[in-house]
């Protein structure tokens, strides 16, 4: 889990670090998180902040809780937090990129060239 970024609140930091964990496959569905207390010690910070993280991922239904045992990924957290993704996805990302390509004076076929040599290199 990744926490660096400082423009967020740690607690939210927490959550979406989870997030990207079960988006990867580093946490699949029906595992256990890692410990409150083990998250805390690791990053250094208050269990209270790491306890208010995993919380919004509760209220989210991304986790639940097993009382006495420790916090596990729901079923369908993955195809949940997809849906969740690419709804923002075309308003943060792509429309941000076609603005400044416009700027540029990319044309469409420039960028589509572009994405597909990017998007091979990945596959």
């Known amino acids: 889990m990744d926490i660096i970024n400082e423009n967020i609140p740690i607690f939210a930091r927490i959550a ?3 997030k990207d964990d079960i988006l ?17 010690k690791e990053y ?3 269990i209270a902040t790491v306890n208010k993280g ?3 991922l509760v209220n989210e239904g991304i986790v ?10 729901a079923e369908g957290a993955t195809e949940k937090l997809i849906e969740e993704r690419r709804k923002t996805f075309r308003e943060r990302y792509v ?5 400044e390509a416009k700027r540029l004076r990319y044309s469409a076929e420039d960028l589509q060239k572009m994405v597909m040599e ?6």
């Open 54 to 56: 995993i919380n919004v």
């Open 64 to 73: 639940y809780k097993k009382r006495g045992i420790g916090m596990f990924v």
């Open 118 to 123: 990017e998007y091979n290199k990945i596959n």
């Open 24 to 40: 990867s496959g580093k946490i699949k569905e029906g595992e256990q998180l890692t410990s409150t207390t083990r998250l805390s």
């Open 95 to 99: 429309i941000a990129i076609l603005e």
């Open 44 to 46: 250094n910070i208050n």
């Open 16 to 18: 979406e670090g989870v």
